[in-house]
């Protein structure tokens, strides 16, 4: 047992990250302890997850249940602090007691609060992807100069940390991310013109939140990790490549210069990743069984059919671009998703409102972050803009 707890700040609590996580910690007491959460708006949730734990710093981003659960103060653990917004966040990422942060909130609103974990010295655990897409060289770049450590959630990644750990980077040919096809996988190409929401969030190996389930159906979800990916591990696009795995199981191949590879094998389940993230180096039991090799199962693999799924050929797209381009890409697809759900667009013209603000986009070589957030909200705009309009 190590000396002293690791003390967890978990940004997104209520969340399909977050409630693996707090699985995750609720197995390895003697080596966990939660100490922050926070969440948008379910603040019943919050209190009831910070009674659980013992936690006394709750953020709650919402403005209105903010209110609320100011009114209730008898529904949170005696003494708990609430912080609210986006400083609520930042305030808890460099909360004096924690060792690491968790950030899971969708999309890139986690990027100032992992900057702040990051200048007050805390290792990061990072499953938002998206903001490694908007501003990946910053973030590492920062990582780099605080000397912390960035540890991947996101399945695919973590499974890339493991292979990789031990090797030279000039060792490195390849890495390979397995990609479950989505809800969509075998679908014909002229059925999905038809695709509804609960169409696609009808993921057939992972249960997840509602923007990454129709991410996966796009392969956009794909798309964002090889992104990320070469953020992580310093890789050139060409050396970032996705493949068809239906069962889940493999969840990375990394091939070396002399031909040999590394793959990574655990059920689909989020919390093996999270546990690898969140007690690194340590190895304890794991919170759900391993893969049973007592039952026969097969591990299949195929190409991706990029003519079906552009999503991932145009991230390959603004990975060689690089600049603002994935910024833009992922921006623009955070616009788009949230129009499918709610009924606005078809699950088709996800891919042609993208790739129409890609090519409005101007290029920018090397934009500093603040020209990388203005071209974010501008492909946002942009986006918005090739929405059908909305019903009266
Ligand atoms: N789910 C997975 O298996 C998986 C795997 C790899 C990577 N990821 C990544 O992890 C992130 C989270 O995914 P998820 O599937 O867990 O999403 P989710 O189930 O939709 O949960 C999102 C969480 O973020 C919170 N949140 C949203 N907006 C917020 C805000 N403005 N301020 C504070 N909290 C906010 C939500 O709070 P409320 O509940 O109050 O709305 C909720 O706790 C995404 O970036 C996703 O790409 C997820």
Redesign the pocket.
């Known amino acids: 047992m190590s000396a002293r707890r690791k003390r967890i700040v978990l ?8 409630e693996s996580t707090r699985r995750v910690i609720a197995a390895h007491r003697d080596r966990l302890e939660l100490v922050a959460v ?5 603040w019943e949730q919050l209190a009831a997850i910070a009674r659980e734990h013992g936690v006394r710093e709750v953020g709650i ?1 919402d403005e209105g249940a903010l209110a609320a659960a100011r009114a209730s103060p008898a529904a949170f653990p005696p003494g708990t602090r609430l912080h609210g917004g986006l400083e609520g ?1 930042r305030e808890l990422a460099r909360l004096p007691e924690a060792d690491l942060v968790l950030v ?4 890139t ?1 986690g990027l100032e609060p992992a900057l702040a974990a990051i200048a007050a010295g805390k290792d990061l655990a990072l ?4 903001i490694l897409v908007l501003a990946g060289p910053f973030v590492m770049a920062e990582a780099r100069r605080h000397g912390v450590r960035i540890l991947p ?3 695919e990644h973590n499974a890339v940390f493991q292979c990789l750990e031990g090797h030279p980077a000039a060792a490195v040919r390849r890495i390979v991310l397995t990609a479950s096809g989505g809800a969509f996988r075998d679908w014909p190409a002229e059925r999905l013109a038809q695709a509804t929401p609960a169409d696609a969030l009808r993921h057939p190996n ?1 249960s ?5 389930t129709v991410d996966s159906a796009t392969l956009a979800n794909k798309g964002l990790e090889l992104i990320e990916a070469q953020h992580l591990f310093g890789l050139r696009p060409e050396q970032c490549g996705a493949v068809l795995h239906p069962q889940s199981i493999v969840h990375c191949l990394v091939e070396f210069t002399d031909g040999a590879m590394l793959a990574q094998l655990c059920p689909p389940s ?1 919390t093996f990743p999270i546990q690898h993230a969140l007690l690194h180096p340590e190895r304890p039991p794991g919170t759900e069984p391993a893969l049973s090799l007592e039952r026969a199962f097969g591990l299949e693999f195929r190409p991706v059919d990029e003519a079906r799924f552009p999503m991932l050929r145009l991230a390959r797209e603004v990975m060689v671009a690089g600049g603002a381009a994935p910024a833009a890409y992922n921006a623009a697809n955070e616009v788009a998703v949230a129009a499918f759900l709610a009924g606005r667009l078809p699950f088709l013209a996800i891919p042609r409102v993208v790739e129409t603000v890609l090519a409005e986009m101007p290029t920018l070589p090397s934009p500093d972050l603040a020209a990388v957030l203005a071209a974010d909200a501008e492909a946002r705009r942009r986006a918005a803009a090739h929405l059908p309009a909305a019903n009266p």
């Open positions: 940004l997104g609590a209520t969340g399909s990250i977050g926070a969440g948008r708006g379910r981003f966040l899971a909130v969708v999309g609103l499953a938002s992807k998206e959630v996101d399945s992972w997840m939140g509602p923007k990454i989020m």
